[in-house]
């Protein structure tokens, strides 16, 4: 029997790959809820769930300043995060009968590895194989304060009563982002606190339009977080910056400060610095016949990465070969629009951006001049290196053009591209521009 710890997507897609490859699989997972993982129950789908929201205020906010609509739209938040998780359980649902059908078991439960010896609720398990794919949780930093009633992290905020009247995020990546956008819409007073600055890993265009759709927010950079104050509940956040040290107001902080692998279950195999598992291009770790896969392994947080890690780590189980690991990765962060990346490792050759176009989801922003804008860089051969879009839509696109810029699709190649009219995808239109500039 194969044993595969954690149902959220590297377990699923490993323990389904090995039943269909004819292996016996069990799946522990100890989430009460049901399989799904992070991703469902605490990470993408509740940010898809609450920018959809968001942006619906948005838009209507927009056809306000038009003057053809008349807001205001108010959120009630518990009737919103009870609804949301009665999808959520819905779609947990389909998840398990996909999971089982699969010819997977799945068993809830908790896990704890010692070197080789694996136990399941107390009980000495035997096995053929482990696949460890048992996640991550969010990081809580040395900060003062933090254990004060109102401070949340993105696993915890669907459990706040009310929305906050002021709200501080401490943090500068993309959780920190999408939770400020949403919950600015909703009404709050976000404020952003950034020990450097906000969105640092991404491309310079898209973090541009990010401040666009954050200009609701406060974003604070460079700053030093001293504690988090309150008499057992919050009450703010002093800081230090160059202009000295203040306490910002809050009845409500989100802690957006990174992740942690989940392996505090585990023992006697290798782990890097941070508490990551460490695994070869096998998915192997230092144990025998135990593989790991997903955010535990501490490789991207995202979870087409974990997909791929599950389906890897069972082709090394059943002797497959390997799926290629794919050399750009497509991201996206989602706020008024999508803003979506992917890029191949080094330096752009060259590159060049233009303004979105009008069309579904950005017409009635032209006025206003936030129609998003398209990227793309390029090498001196034609091959595209780097693409960054931001658009309704545009973490669609991206997956499709990130498999082109894998498949190492020339620039060229695109006068033969038909896109799809009207649409607010500008990449289409620049790249045949540059290819014309070639000739």
Request: overall charge negative; some cysteine; hydrophobic content about 35%.
């Given at each position: 029997m194969i044993v595969v710890i954690g149902g959220g997507p590297a377990g699923r897609f490993a323990a389904m790959r090995l039943s269909r490859g004819g292996r016996r699989v069990r799946l522990v997972e100890k989430r009460s809820a049901g399989v799904g993982g992070q991703c469902l129950h605490q990470g993408c789908m509740i940010i898809c769930a609450l920018n959809d929201v968001a942006r619906f205020i948005d838009l209507a906010?927009?056809?306000?300043?038009?003057?053809?609509?008349?807001?205001?739209?108010?959120?009630?938040?518990?009737?919103?995060?009870?609804?949301m998780q009665e999808t959520i359980r819905i779609i947990t649902g389909v998840l398990e009968q996909e999971t089982k059908q699969a010819g997977v078991e799945i068993v809830q439960g908790h896990a704890e590895i010692q070197g080789s010896a694996l136990h399941i609720d107390g009980v000495n398990t035997s096995y053929e194989a482990v696949v460890v794919a048992s996640g991550a949780s969010p990081?809580?930093?040395?900060?003062?304060?933090?254990?004060?009633?109102?401070?949340?992290?993105?696993?915890?905020?669907?459990?706040?009563?009310?929305l906050p009247k002021k709200m501080v995020i401490i943090g500068s990546g993309v959780i920190a982002a999408e939770f400020a956008y949403i919950f600015s819409l909703f009404?709050?007073?976000?404020?952003?606190?950034?020990?450097?600055?906000?969105?640092?890993?991404?491309?310079?265009?898209?973090v541009v339009e990010a401040r666009k759709d954050l200009r609701r927010v406060n974003i604070k950079e460079g700053v030093r977080?001293?504690?988090?104050?309150?008499?057992?509940?919050?009450?703010?956040?002093?800081?230090t910056d160059a202009n000295g040290t203040m306490t910002i107001a809050a009845d409500a902080v989100l802690l957006a400060t990174g992740m942690i692998p989940n392996t505090g279950f585990i023992s006697g195999i290798k782990t890097s610095s941070d508490g990551s598992l460490l695994v070869n291009?096998?998915?192997?770790?230092?144990?025998?016949?135990?593989?790991?896969?997903?955010?535990?392994?501490g490789t991207g947080f995202l979870t087409p990465i974990a997909r791929h890690q599950g389906r890897k780590a069972a082709d090394a189980i059943l002797g497959n070969p390997f799926e290629p690991d794919p050399v750009a990765i497509p991201q996206a962060i989602k706020l008024k629009h999508d803003l979506a990346y992917c890029r191949k490792?080094?330096?752009?050759?060259?590159?060049?951006?233009?303004?979105?176009?009008?069309?579904?989801?950005?017409?009635?922003?032209?006025?206003?001049?936030?129609?998003?804008?398209?990227?793309?860089?390029?090498?001196?051969?034609?091959?595209?290196?780097?693409?960054?879009?931001?658009?309704?839509?545009?973490?669609v696109a991206m997956a499709y053009l990130g498999w082109m810029m894998n498949s190492d699709i020339k620039i060229e190649e695109f006068d033969r591209f038909v896109e799809v009219h009207p649409s607010p995808d500008g990449i289409p239109w620049l790249l045949k521009y540059l290819n014309g500039q070639k000739r």
């Open positions: 906010e927009t056809f306000q300043n038009h003057g053809f609509l008349n807001p205001p739209v108010r959120v009630s938040y518990p009737v919103l995060v009870r609804r990081r809580i930093p040395e900060i003062p304060g933090c254990s004060l009633s109102g401070v949340y992290t993105a696993h915890s905020i669907l459990s706040m009563p009310e009404g709050s007073e976000v404020t952003i606190l950034a020990r450097s600055s906000l969105l640092r890993t991404f491309p310079g265009q898209l977080i001293e504690e988090i104050t309150g008499n057992g509940s919050v009450s703010g956040v002093k800081v291009d096998r998915m192997e770790t230092s144990a025998s016949g135990i593989y790991a896969a997903g955010d535990v392994t490792p080094g330096e752009p050759w060259k590159g060049l951006s233009i303004p979105g176009p009008a069309g579904p989801g950005t017409f009635w922003d032209v006025t206003s001049h936030h129609t998003g804008s398209s990227t793309v860089e390029f090498d001196q051969d034609g091959l595209i290196t780097g693409l960054a879009e931001a658009s309704p839509a545009a973490s």
